[in-house]
């Protein structure tokens, strides 16, 4: 079977996700705790392009297709959508956040 390799596309919610994490970890745990978690996150949304199937369906999002996916990482849900030719990373939640704005994560669009 022959791997499909995918662009990955960045939404701007996203990032401001990402900052707003950065932020409260560097108030809460300092620095070192903040670069940390924030590499690991863009670590793991890199490596989509090619294991973009490996992690489950966003049980808050599901699908007869199952396109949309998060990966967990601590108690941080990063959401991404698979489209035919790209991954759209969508956002970066705290797994306390509301399932409302979570189901909210289908109206993001990506460049």
Do not use: W
Request: one cysteine or more; glycine letters at 2%; aromatic letters at 12%.
């Amino acid at each position: 079977m022959e791997k499909v390799i995918k662009k990955i596309a960045y939404s701007a919610v996203f990032y401001e996700d990402l900052k707003f994490i950065y932020s409260y970890v560097l108030e809460t745990f300092g620095v070192m705790m903040a670069e940390i978690l924030q590499d690991q996150i863009l670590n793991q949304t890199a490596g989509l392009y090619l294991h973009y199937y490996l992690n489950p369906e966003c049980r808050h999002l599901e699908t007869k297709t199952q396109i949309y996916r998060n990966i967990i990482l601590g108690k941080y849900l990063i959401i991404y959508r698979i489209r035919t030719n790209k991954i759209e990373v969508l956002r970066a939640l705290h797994d306390s956040q509301s399932p409302k704005i979570i189901k909210a994560t289908i109206k993001i669009k990506t460049k």
